[in-house]
């Protein structure tokens, strides 16, 4: 009889191979990639939770400092701080395709509004959790 026709053959044989990869140890947590924390990093801007976008960006600038993805993550950070000198300086030398056109757009924001409000006063909240930057004089 050959093996094609022993009844059974094929059928143990799967379950070998599924007995053989259940006993194996389970696989170590695969490595954070850059490119997973880039877009983590930029979820996290926009869902508004600064303080965790801003540990993941200083991790991925330890990692891969100076990278267009880093810089454009620095920015938007910065510029939702309020620091628009700061973003544009870090968009400096980054193409404004990168992100999808998101850095030419952030960088068109970040210079529109510095131009704007470079002459603006500030006032923080009592509590320190507000800024509000205004035109000075008489409204």
Known sequence: MTA???PGRGT???A???VAAAARPAPARRDRTSFGDT???ARLLGAWRYDE???LIEEIEVRQPGTAETRWLS???AFLAGDYPKAILELDGVSDETGNGAVGELRRLATSTYAVTSGFASLESAAGHFVVQYAPGKD
Do not use: G, S, W
């Open 75 to 77: 920015a938007e950070l």
């Open 12 to 14: 143990a044989l799967i």
């Open 16 to 18: 070998i191979a599924l």
């Open 39 to 41: 877009v983590k990093a």
């Open 4 to 6: 094609a026709r022993r």
């Open 53 to 55: 976008a801003r540990a």
